[in-house]
């Protein structure tokens, strides 16, 4: 079941976010109607899918890895989540990473400099997960993405 993934959070019809989903739990990403799945993770990350890639396509899926150093996330790594949303409106998506915490970041900044969101509400989904003021680097990262766009 979906609801058994780690940190598993339905966000819309057609995005949900989730930490490390194992390979079981990827079935029933599939099984749901999920057509895209972006992972945010390291492929050395702990619980990460050996093959991760091959395992999503034999489900049916596309898969496009984006991999976020947790101490050093990036620009780039930004804006190439942000064109992989862009170019995906219409799929139904699972973006996840290891616990969801750069997946709900990188989705909040997202809906934020992407689809214009207002902070408040783009902030709501990430704090049921975690708060970035416990992580200096992240929220740092956060806020400095915010204000090149504003």
């Not at 995005?15 to 079935?27: D, F, R, Y």
């Not at 995906?88 to 998506?93: M, S």
Request: a neutral charge; one cysteine or more; aromatic letters at 10%.
């Amino acid at each position: 079941m979906l609801e058994d993934i780690y940190n598993f959070l339905p966000l819309t019809e057609t995005l949900l976010s989730s930490g490390m989903p194992t390979a079981g739990q990827m079935a029933d990403v599939s099984k749901s109607g999920v057509t895209l799945v972006i992972n945010l993770a390291l492929p050395t990350s702990e619980r990460a899918l050996p093959n991760e890639a091959g395992l999503v396509t034999s489900l049916g899926m596309k898969y496009i890895g984006i991999p976020v150093e947790w101490e050093k996330p990036t620009r780039q790594n930004l804006e190439d989540f942000m064109s992989a949303m862009d170019a995906n409106k219409e799929n139904k998506k699972l973006v996840h990473c290891q616990a969801n915490y750069r997946a709900t970041g990188f989705i909040t900044l997202y809906r934020i400099l992407r689809l214009g969101w207002n902070k408040e509400e783009a902030f709501k989904d990430l704090r049921r997960i975690w708060n970035p003021d416990d992580y200096p680097i992240w929220k740092k990262f956060i806020e400095e993405n915010l204000i090149k766009n504003p």
